[in-house]
């Protein structure tokens, strides 16, 4: 059975970090795309950062420079490490694998999120 399951989020001030974790489980395919998303309250689920096993990942615009996504195979982790964090960080984050492109990845299975909340 396919399984996600996410780690790592919290309560952190502005200019702050965390480290986000996702542990995958059963038929996760080396061939998949894993990816970040996160959904603030009323807004739509965005993806945040996706990588293959290999090349390059992909950054939404306004994490870039901040977040770097790593992906670890022989694991089967996805960490999100997050540094100078924002306000508008603040949001439910989930991981996610399946196929696509890392622009455009296409969710075959999802975590069951981790909250990030950013105080000003």
């Known amino acids: 059975q396919e399984q996600l399951v996410e780690s790592g989020g919290g309560l952190v001030q502005t200019g702050g970090s965390l480290r986000l974790s996702c542990a995958a489980s059963?038929?996760?395919?080396?061939?998949?795309?894993m990816g970040w998303y996160r959904q603030a309250p009323g807004k739509e689920r965005e993806l945040v950062a996706a990588a293959r096993w290999w090349g390059t990942p992909y950054y939404e615009d306004s994490v870039k420079g901040r977040f770097t996504i790593i992906r670890d195979n022989a694991k089967n982790t996805l960490d999100l490490q997050m540094n100078s964090l924002k306000p508008e960080d603040t949001a439910m984050y989930y991981c996610?694998?399946?196929?696509?492109?890392?622009?455009?990845?296409?969710?075959?299975?999802w975590g069951q999120g981790t909250q990030v909340t950013v105080s000003s």
């Open positions: 996610a694998a399946g196929p696509g492109t890392i622009q455009a990845p296409i969710p075959r299975i």
């Open positions: 059963g038929s996760i395919f080396s061939s998949d795309v």
